[in-house]
């Protein structure tokens, strides 16, 4: 899909503005039109405020604020007026159905303003529209800005305030956070089908303007980029050349996600570009506000967290705690511990950021300094293979973002309350250790590791490695001069059991390859693979090897 970027420095002609302009530009924004028989189009040369009982003065082209209360003989004057050829007229609150039904008939526009509003700053709001269209559409993004953080201060959310920018100025609104994930969307009629196709589109990274890719630059910089696109091989668009402006949303001097407004192209002027650019501030301070809420919770899960680890909690006091934090306690559970490999890593943000990209409702999240701690309540149908799930979840998704900087995870056994959930923890950093000493990326459950466990008590004495070469070390020894994988193929026909279909499946080889390399083994190593007492020796010599050769290249 071809695309273009470009910087916007352009601003809005001076010209007449249309009915359906000033409605959206200059009066509040909860203002509705009720009757507008597609005449909104029609332009407004001046604005007055006027009691109903003096209706005569009004004149082709202006647009009146009716000031209250409404002579019941008003609805007679709607025709005239109509045929006067004024621009339309603006109630305050909710007028009775008699007034609308005259409007409709006269085809007179008719709009209503709110409750609380004020009519004579309402009307020298819409006046220098008219007169000074640029001044209007910054009061008017200030007086958007004001809305949305009283929005903010309410706690109505970024959705509600996605809905008001949206309907503000009839584009589409994406809020996105800084991982390209859509927080807040409000999508315009027109665009409701393309909704899926859209969605994909801004949330592909590769689609980011490279001026706004850097985080830190583009708070630096924020400026707003106008980006082009064309998605007409999609059926599920309607129009075919659409066009998107991003604004940084902006926090502590980064770049903490990004609003985007969608519209068919040329359709965008410099009042929406002000509208992005306060909505990005507005954003700003609710998931700053949103941020600060969550670092609060954090603090008060670290302090159930470690409250169970240290042994400081009742059963009681543990399942209050698990409540409040929205985990639930009943079950069993476990503990999955994820720490980087390498001393020189990636922040434990990140890695606690990663994880919580892939939260579900039953696993509870902790940030250590040196590690990061999940709690996982099992599914009685999964069991521990739930924990087992969720930790390599977490290994994929480090590794495709960070794929030169590997983690050791450790699962800890099955806890049948919450207060057990110190021993599945220290499990769980046994098996993280064993992990990191054997250089596995995998996740180890420490309930399969009892053989290693014994073994890493003798991994400094030389029987150890005197038992590996006797019992593997002419395959070792094979596989160094020759350059094969005896070791490997053998490794893996145990791990599958003796199974020589799924032996060979795992290792992508034929079958009739996999059995001339069994008779290779045989052959060069004089095992008997069917004598049971040989077997035995066999898959210990295996643990001991691997965990040999992860100490000599450390």
Same mark, same amino acid.
């Given at each position: 899909?071809?695309?273009?970027?470009?910087?916007?420095?352009?601003?809005?002609?001076?010209?007449?503005?249309?009915?359906? %302009?000033?409605?959206?530009?200059?009066?509040?924004?909860?203002?509705?039109?009720?009757?507008?028989?597609?005449?909104?189009?029609?332009?407004?040369?001046?604005?007055?405020?006027?009691?109903?009982?003096?209706?005569?003065?009004?004149?082709?082209?202006?647009?009146?604020?009716?000031?209250?209360?409404?002579?019941?003989?008003?609805?007679?004057?709607?025709?005239?007026?109509?045929?006067?050829?004024?621009?339309?007229?603006?109630?305050?609150?909710?007028?009775?159905?008699?007034?609308?039904?005259?409007?409709?008939?006269?085809?007179?526009?008719?709009?209503?303003?709110?409750?609380?509003?004020?009519?004579?700053?309402?009307?020298?709001?819409?006046?220098?529209?008219?007169?000074?269209?640029?001044?209007?559409?910054?009061?008017?993004?200030?007086?958007?800005?004001?809305?949305?953080?009283?929005?903010?201060? %309410?706690?109505?959310?970024?959705?509600?305030?996605?809905?008001?920018?949206?309907?503000?100025?009839?584009?589409?609104?994406?809020?996105?956070?800084?991982?390209?994930?859509?927080?807040?969307?409000?999508?315009?009629?027109?665009?409701? /089908?393309?909704?899926?196709?859209?969605?994909?589109?801004?949330?592909?990274?590769?689609?980011?303007?490279?001026?706004?890719?850097?985080?830190?630059?583009?708070?630096?910089?924020?400026?707003?980029?106008?980006?082009?696109?064309?998605?007409?091989?999609?059926?599920? #668009?309607?129009?075919?050349?659409?066009?998107?402006?991003?604004?940084?949303?902006?926090?502590?001097?980064?770049?903490?996600?990004?609003?985007?407004?969608?519209?068919?192209?040329?359709?965008?002027?410099?009042?929406?570009?002000?509208?992005?650019?306060?909505?990005?501030?507005?954003?700003?301070?609710?998931?700053?506000?949103?941020?600060?809420?969550?670092?609060?919770?954090?603090?008060?899960?670290?302090?159930?967290?470690?409250?169970?680890?240290?042994?400081?909690?009742?059963?009681?006091?543990?399942?209050?705690?698990?409540?409040?934090?929205?985990?639930?306690?009943?079950?069993?559970?476990?503990?999955? #511990?994820?720490?980087?490999?390498?001393?020189?890593?990636?922040?434990?943000?990140?890695?606690?950021?990663?994880?919580?990209?892939?939260?579900?409702?039953?696993?509870?999240?902790?940030?250590?300094?040196?590690?990061?701690?999940?709690?996982?309540?099992?599914?009685?149908?999964?069991?521990?293979?739930?924990?087992?799930?969720?930790? %390599?979840?977490?290994?994929?998704?480090?590794?495709?973002?960070?794929?030169?900087?590997?983690?050791?995870?450790?699962?800890?056994?099955?806890?049948?309350?919450?207060?057990?959930?110190?021993?599945?923890?220290?499990?769980?950093?046994?098996?993280?250790?064993?992990?990191?000493?054997?250089?596995?990326?995998?996740?180890?459950?420490?309930?399969?590791?009892?053989?290693?466990?014994?073994?890493?008590?003798?991994?400094?004495?030389?029987?150890?490695?005197?038992?590996?070469?006797?019992?593997?070390?002419?395959?070792?020894?094979?596989?160094?001069?020759?350059?094969?994988?005896?070791?490997?193929?053998?490794?893996?026909?145990?791990?599958?059991?003796?199974?020589? /279909?799924?032996?060979?499946?795992?290792?992508?080889?034929?079958?009739?390859?996999?059995?001339?390399?069994?008779?290779?083994?045989?052959?060069?190593?004089?095992?008997?693979?069917?004598?049971?007492?040989?077997?035995?020796?066999?898959?210990?010599?295996?643990?001991?090897?691997?965990?040999?050769?992860?100490?000599?290249?450390?």
């Amino acid at each position: 899909m071809p695309m273009g970027f470009f910087f916007v420095e352009t601003m809005t002609d001076i010209q007449t503005p249309t009915l359906q %302009e000033l409605v959206k530009r200059a009066l509040p924004i909860e203002t509705r039109v009720l009757v507008d028989h597609g005449l909104l189009d029609h332009p407004v040369t001046w604005v007055v405020s006027t009691a109903a009982q003096d209706l005569t003065r009004l004149d082709t082209g202006d647009f009146a604020f009716l000031l209250p209360p409404y002579p019941n003989d008003l609805a007679r004057q709607f025709a005239r007026l109509a045929q006067t050829g004024i621009a339309g007229i603006a109630l305050v609150a909710e007028p009775a159905p008699a007034l609308v039904e005259a409007a409709q008939q006269a085809q007179l526009p008719l709009v209503v303003l709110p409750a609380s509003a004020n009519l004579r700053q309402i009307e020298r709001l819409a006046l220098a529209f008219v007169l000074d269209r640029d001044a209007a559409v910054e009061q008017r993004a200030t007086q958007l800005y004001q809305h949305l953080t009283l929005l903010s201060a %309410e706690n109505a959310g970024l959705e509600a305030m996605a809905a008001v920018i949206g309907r503000t100025i009839g584009k589409t609104v994406l809020i996105q956070d800084k991982r390209l994930n859509i927080i807040a969307a409000w999508f315009a009629p027109e665009d409701a /089908s393309a909704r899926t196709i859209v969605e994909e589109w801004v949330t592909a990274s590769g689609n980011v303007p490279e001026e706004l890719r850097d985080r830190k630059r583009a708070a630096q910089n924020r400026r707003i980029v106008e980006q082009s696109f064309d998605f007409a091989q999609d059926v599920r #668009v309607p129009k075919e050349n659409r066009t998107r402006v991003i604004v940084p949303i902006v926090a502590k001097g980064m770049a903490r996600g990004y609003l985007s407004l969608i519209a068919e192209r040329d359709a965008l002027e410099q009042f929406d570009r002000s509208m992005a650019e306060q909505g990005a501030a507005a954003c700003a301070l609710e998931m700053a506000k949103a941020k600060a809420v969550s670092e609060a919770e954090k603090r008060v899960r670290g302090g159930f967290v470690e409250g169970l680890l240290a042994g400081s909690l009742s059963p009681d006091e543990a399942t209050r705690w698990a409540k409040r934090d929205k985990y639930n306690p009943d079950g069993k559970h476990a503990v999955v #511990v994820a720490d980087w490999a390498k001393k020189e890593h990636p922040s434990y943000r990140r890695l606690e950021t990663i994880i919580h990209g892939l939260t579900r409702a039953d696993i509870l999240v902790h940030t250590r300094d040196d590690e990061v701690i999940v709690f996982v309540r099992l599914d009685p149908r999964q069991g521990i293979e739930g924990a087992r799930v969720i930790a %390599e979840n977490i290994r994929r998704q480090a590794s495709a973002e960070y794929a030169n900087d590997p983690l050791a995870i450790g699962i800890g056994r099955a806890a049948d309350a919450l207060i057990d959930l110190r021993d599945s923890y220290r499990e769980a950093r046994q098996a993280l250790s064993m992990a990191r000493r054997l250089a596995d990326p995998n996740p180890l459950y420490f309930g399969e590791l009892n053989v290693y466990r014994l073994l890493f008590l003798l991994e400094h004495h030389p029987e150890l490695a005197a038992f590996r070469q006797e019992i593997i070390g002419t395959l070792v020894e094979y596989d160094r001069t020759q350059g094969t994988d005896l070791i490997e193929t053998l490794t893996s026909y145990f791990a599958h059991k003796g199974n020589l /279909s799924q032996t060979a499946e795992a290792l992508f080889v034929h079958r009739n390859t996999l059995l001339y390399r069994m008779e290779r083994i045989r052959e060069i190593s004089g095992l008997d693979l069917d004598n049971p007492e040989t077997r035995l020796s066999i898959e210990l010599a295996l643990r001991a090897h691997r965990l040999l050769l992860a100490r000599d290249e450390q």
